[in-house]
Structures are given as structure tokens and as C-alpha cells.
């Protein structure tokens, strides 16, 4: 059981879907500025790789230019000692360069003079030939294994820290040599890695401030909801409990409003619900009043006979043939009186919701109902089909059948016939009223088909009220056929409720 639940969890954890609206707004937002401090940083590395090229390319111009105007005049004398002086001066003078090593080639490729003599001696070969010496195989100084000694491309993209920079020598459009010079860009890359680190903290730092800075707004935006929703989880029965007065925002806020709403909708359920209370005890007092009246007339009915046979005996007591006529009457009267008891009790207090429906109920209802229809003189058709005990609650049955046959009764004149009939089969119990009564009017039929709806019926519709109530709770239906007769047709489902038990 803890395994599935912990299952059902990591899923709902892995989900989008199913995360808080509090979480889904920053990790949002953060998405959203990650790609846009994606943007922002590739436009500024961008634009940093374009003014340091920039910055490059006129520092080089600046010293490729100085060195061509200084040597120009030795190169053209071939006076290495001279050439070599300049170089030696400008690595003193051009420092910002960081030019680790400088050539001058002759117009032949052979090397004029060098800042480091050692790697190319003069006469040698110049680094567009064949490199010289140990150190000059090293492909970091190799001008053809450097992507950046050609054209396109900007020199500080290359992938090395050493890049070649060239400016030929010509006087009068007489080419005299070539300036070589391996310069150090490193310091450029550390520029722009220290600038991609400083991006990354602060888009980072921004990004997480204002991802925090959403979540508490989106909290903040969502406490309403929140308390509505604490509300609702704590009025699971039904009752939802209003806000008071202090927790109530000002009335011109969206949120103001949605409190205001909600303490309406409190409100109308609260009068619902003291409204169905009040309706259901005018339904009981009107039902308790209507059976009170039969049950007087029972009462009143077997009483008279009983001072007959009293004055009787009072009369003719010395006779034993009247007093033994007299004391019969009187015990019949009295197990009339009993009957009617006995039914009362069996209807108001002698069942529980939790006994399964017999055809017992229906022998004390029936005795109710016979009075009742012998009163009005109509005809009782009494069909009941149930041999044992029907898997259903029997107090609510009861109930709807006599305010079915009540309401039947009353709308049938003298001679009518009224019938009730019920069976149960494998999946439901019916109970059918019939009656030659003049019909139901369109609202009495609408409240059975339909549902009893929250309308506050008349007094003449509170037993058709609580039938439809009682039907609805139940999960059952009602079909309603007003031709040639009134006949009510009551479905209701069997349950498989153990605590029902079975009435012998």
C-alpha cells in the first residue's frame, strides 16, 4: 500500500501538470530568462569579440606600421645589425603588443634579422618556408598549421594563444621583404572568459532573485484561493463556513470580491439547507396530521361500539346472552383500537433504517391504507410480490408508498379504485400506484420525474415533495403514466449494504 502511494507520488512529482501553480509560474519565468540571458550573453560576447578584434587590428596596424617605416631603409641596405637593433627596441616600446617573436624575411624568403636569432638564424628560411631549428617545428609557430593566418576570420578565434600577424615591406611598388610577427592573444580570451564567467553569475543571481520574487507574488496572488480552498476542504458535510468580517479584503479588489462571493454563496446554501429542515418538518407535521386524522377515525370507529356494548350491559346485564354479546363487542373494539396501535407504532418507531424490506411491512401499511380508502369508500387493489425480504432499506420504502397512496386516496372520489403494486426482481424493487383520479398537475409530475429542485412546494405537494427527495437520495427513478389512469411507477435499486438485515 506505502509502495503505490510513494509511486503515485514520484509520479505526480514528475508530472508538469500536477505541480502547484506556485512552482510552475518561477520555474516558468526562470526558463523564460535563462534563454533570454542566453541571448543577452551571446550578443555581448558578441560584441566583445568585435571590438577586441577591432582593438587588435589597430594595435597590430599601429605596429606592423611602425616597424615597416623603421626598417624599411636597413632592409633595403640589407643590414641585418641594424634590423635586429629595431626589433630588439620595439619589444621595449610596443609591450601592449606581447609580441613573443618578430621576422623580417627579404623579398627571397631568407631571413633578414630576428628578435629571437636563435629559432631563425639569418639567411634561413622565413616562417612561410620551412621552419628551422628544435623550436620552430613547433606547429604553435607554424604559420600554415594556424587557422588564423588566413584571411577570413577573426585572429583571436583561434584556438591557440599564439597568432601570426604579416605586413609586407614595398617602396615605390618594389616588394622588399615581409614583416612576420607571433603574437600573444591570450590575454584577450582571459578578457572574454572572465566576462563569460561574470554573464553567467549574474544571469544566474538574476535569475534566481526573480524567480523567487514570482513565487512569493504568485503565493501572495494565490493566498485567497488558497483560504477559499481551506474553506471548502473544511465544509465537506455540506456547510461551508462564511469569512468574517476581518479576513475580508476591500469590497473594489478582485480578491475582495471573491470573498464576497463566497460568503454569498455561504449564505444562500446556509438558508437552502434551514429552508429543506423547515420543509421536511412541515412535510413530517402535514403527514402526522393526515395520518392522525385516519387513525382518529379508526379510533372513533370501534369506540362507538364499545359504549353500545357498554350501555348494553348496563341495561341488560342480568341477561347473559346480551352480556356475552356486549363483552364480545367490546373485544372486538378493543383489538381494533390495538391494530391501529400497533400499526402507528410499527410506522413511526417499530422500523430502522438499517432492516431489509419484507412483505410484513406492507401488512401493517396495508391496514393504514384500508382504513383510509374504506373512509373515502374507494376500492383497495392490493398486490404485494415479495416472499421473503428484498435487499433494500424498508423505512423509506414505507414512507413513499403511503404518501403515494395518501395522495392517491385523496385525489380518487368515492368508487374509485386504488391500487399498489410491488415486486422485487434481480435488480431492483418497484413499487406502482394507481388511481381514477383526475391526474397530476404538470408540476406535481415534473417534481417526480425530474427531482424535488429546490422550489418550495405547496402543502398539497409536500408528501410528492419528500417521494422525489427520498427516490433521488435512494439513486432510483420515477415514471409517471397519466393515461387512462394515474399510475406511479417508483424504481429502486438493490443495495449490498451488510449492515442490512433480514427481517424474518
Known sequence: MSVTSGSGSARRLLDP?????????????????????????KVVLSKLNETQTRHFAQLSDAY???????????????????????????GERYFGMNADLTVVTLADGRVLAASDPLRFPMNAPGPNGAPVGQDAMDPAIDPASDPASE????????????????????ELDLNLGTIHALVDVSHYKE?????????????????????????WLVRRSLAPLHLVTDRLAQSRDGRLA??????????????GRAVDSYNKAAAAIAEREALLQRLAQEERAALIGRYASTMAHEVNNPLGGLFNAVRMIQRHGEDRAIREKAAHLIERGLANIGNVVKASLVMWRGRSEGC????????????????????????LDWS???????????QPVRQIALNLLLNACHASSPGNRVACHAWCDDGAFYLRVEDEGPGLPDEIRDMLENGPGTAIPSSRGLGIWTVARLVREHEGSIAVDPTPNTRITVRLPHVSDPALEAVA
Open 17 to 41: 501538470r500536477q505541480w502547484p501553480i506556485a512552482w510552475r509560474a518561477p520555474i516558468i519565468l526562470a526558463v523564460f530568462m535563462l534563454l533570454v540571458a542566453a541571448g543577452i550573453s
Open 64 to 90: 606592423l606600421e611602425g616597424l615597416s617605416t623603421a626598417l624599411i631603409p636597413h632592409v633595403i641596405r640589407r643590414d641585418p645589425w641594424e634590423a635586429f637593433d629595431i626589433l630588439d627596441r620595439a
Open 151 to 170: 584571411a577570413n576570420g577573426s585572429p583571436i578565434d583561434n584556438t591557440g594563444d599564439l597568432v601570426w600577424i604579416t605586413r609586407e615591406l614595398r
Open 191 to 215: 578578457e572574454q572568459r572572465q566576462t563569460l564567467i561574470g554573464l553567467i553569475v549574474f544571469n544566474a543571481a538574476l535569475t534566481l532573485l526573480l524567480a523567487v520574487i514570482g513565487w
Open 242 to 255: 462564511p469569512f468574517p468580517d476581518a479576513m475580508i479584503p476591500a469590497a473594489d479588489t478582485e480578491v
Open 356 to 379: 431489509r424490506l419484507s412483505s410484513s411491512d406492507f401488512d401493517d401499511l396495508r391496514y393504514i391504507v384500508e382504513s383510509e380508502t374504506e373512509r373515502r369508500d374507494l376500492v
Open 384 to 394: 404485494i410480490g415479495i416472499e421473503q425480504s428484498c435487499p433494500i432499506a424498508s
